[in-house]
């Protein structure tokens, strides 16, 4: 039934939801904020988890970080679903034309044979690395608290789903199931890859959501993408005559430069937060990025050579200085 | 040599599990225990995680593509609703009523949806499974979102919807959907499966989502029609993912059956009593009518959950425990339900009314067996007190349900004039159930449920000490404006009025 209505103006009764009246004051809100603020449950939770009755259902306690109120966590993107689908629907059609652009041209037959060698054997294994990333940020939101921060996990979980998605297209481009087989193997068993696995294994029972944000989000990827997109793709490879794996490689150097604007924000509040947080920052910090940096280095080397002491020195110095800014000194 | 020609040719399902399947590996450094805590202490015996079947084949690119095609097009519409005062297109004020439940109980569902999903993307050690439920916890969220969206607006211009976010935490009635929901969040992965992604997606979601967009449909509400079928083909694969689960289970080991089989029993039941809820909306609240909630669940229930579990027979499963009990309570449970809620009107976040005429007229038609007998009556009863100035109103203090929460006003399944009321004695403490089917779920874990929060209780308890006013304050419901009979409510004002001002042609 539709009838006609002529266009009147009609006050509104309210501005919004009291939960974000309280918050922000009695204005209309943005739907950011209606779709992020307050919407897990929190009070008068009915049972304990049966897999492990010393939790709560929701519980801000899993993790040692302690916040007055979780839902500072905003996310500077203010990425809800639809913004967030919608811009990757962007930067997956970029992608795609690039991939296409390299395969109508047979590009990747132009590379110069030890170029190609090198980044399969820098870039496959990698996105084993990508689907551990995946299987911990679907953690960090399942055991997460407060829908601001735990909905912009799950995004990045499936970020890391779709680079590993990518970066299996590139190793079927440039190797075929060969590629694929033998980057597995790789991470299996060769020992230039076994520091970064036993990293990414550990990662996976480390069961307190935001000690594992830092692990993952904090130090291994923010030495990793610097390192191998940065150092290897665009800047050796490239140099090397082998500049159209850039191209494959694109959407994460973006991706990575976007979300990083995200992982900051949350780690300046946290820090901000109390002494108690930033000590805990400091540590966890600290100690994964030590061994991120010690993870990436054989696996470098493989391009880099006798440079690769010198890029991961030079990247982990940008890296403490990132923090730094931030607040927190390792 | 010219690659491109020498490469293999990959069929779709093998690109898919090159993409999907193939990126994780058995750990090393860790044994799959600690890696994997929860998938075992439930006792379903999983032998082989490959022959899990991917329920569809999706990948990111593709899933952002697509998604973000509808998501455009929803906003738009939404939009558009919103600024053309799209709202006065319903039928009457009436009908807001159940958008009013949906987003007090529903919505907060689909987020703790999104949530248990995504720590079962976690929690299965099989990559097939992990990625199909991950994309399920991303949809919940999307779900969640859409649905207050479409909703936000309607709250600038009525009552009721302002406080669903407390109404979650801390209204009665709203603990009915909150303890399902809970209930599934406390309990293992792979009952979170045959909670939500079975019996919930697969079963029941057709009796909620159907009834309620055609509802909308029927009633000029085309935001929540757009909310509705721009989450249908996420639904598809939700259902999709629930139904590979369970054949998932059934055929991994003999031994699963009878836990499965148990789980079926209880979700059934569960689902059941919360879509009572959305029977009863079905039946008294929409100005205009689509169908009872009979018929929708002899459709959408019988029909197609008989041929389900014909199919799922092969395996050993049988229908559910509470089915026939079911069967049974359909011609009365929407009368009963839409009875307590007109009585404790005083304390709902939405408005009920007495069923007019012509109401009635239809409700007879669509019961014949059980309406003008036994329900008629007591609605005529309702009406002379009103019109005498003494309106019923029922302050006391029901017993809720243990288990599902709802005060029990339901009757014996083979007696209608007699309420059913069950008790259980548990470490001193006596329980009351609202039927044999709350009595078993209970009795098969007693120290869960003995946890449930029980939220008619509270108001007598410190600090609210029975006060009424206080209690009203601390779900935010707004006397005078949220509660009450729908007639010479502040909805009902002001939506003719503003109708009447669209529609005039001055
Ligand atoms: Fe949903
Ligand atoms: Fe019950």
Redesign the interface.
Known sequence: ????????S?K????????LARRFGDKPAS?YQ??SY??????????????DPDQQ??DASITKIVMKDWYALKDPRQY???TY??A??????T??ANFSFVESR?L??MLPAEMKEIALRVLVPL??A??GA??NN??I???GYA?IF??AC??H???N??I???L??LG?LLG??EG?NEG?QA??ESDVWQPL??YV??C??VRDPFELFVAQNVALDGLLYPLVYGRVVDGFLSANGASSIAMLTQFMNDWFGETQKWIDAVLKTVAAESEDNRALLREWAGKWGARAAAALLPIVQQALEGNADEAVGEEMAAFKARLAKLGIEI | MDMTVAKKKLGLKEKYKLLTRDLGWEPTYHNKDEVFPYVKYEGIKVHDWEKWEDPFRLTMDAYWKYQAEKERKFYAIIDAHAQNNGHLNITDARYLSALKIFLQAISPGEYCAGKGFARMGREFPGVGTQVACQMQAIDEIRHAQTQIHALSNYNKFYNGFHAFADARDRMWYCTLPRSFFDDAMSAGPFEFMIAIGFSFEYVLTNLLFVPFMSGAAYNGDMATVTFGFSAQSDEARHMTLGLECIKFMLEQDPDNLPIVQNWIDKWFWRGFRLLGVVGTMMDYMLPKRVMSWREAFEIYGIENGGALFKDLARYGIRPPKGWDDAGKALDHMTHQFMLALYQYQFGTAFHSWIPSEEDMAWLSKKYPTTFDKYYRPRWEHIKKLKEAGTPYANMGLAKLCQTCQIPTVFTEPDDPTTLCHREVEYKGETYHFCSDGCQHIFEKEPEKYIQGWLPLAAIFQAPLNGDLGAWMEWVSLADGKDNGDFAGSEDQRNFEAWRNQATSNQ
């Open positions: 039934m539709q009838i006609d209505l002529r266009t009147v009609i509104p009764q309210r501005n919004t939801f009291d939960h739907r209606e779709g307050d919407i897990q449950a929190t009070e008068n939770l009915h049972y304990r988890p049966t897999w259902i929701y809800y679903y639809n689908t919608v990757r629907a962007r930067q997956q059609e992608a795609e047979g990747a037959d996105r084993h990508a689907w995946n299987m679907s953690f939101c399942g055991y829908a735990t909905q799950m995004f979980a499936m970020d789903l779709g590993a998605q990518y299996s297209r079927l075929d199931t694929l597995k991470w299996l696995r036993r294994e550990d996976l029972v």
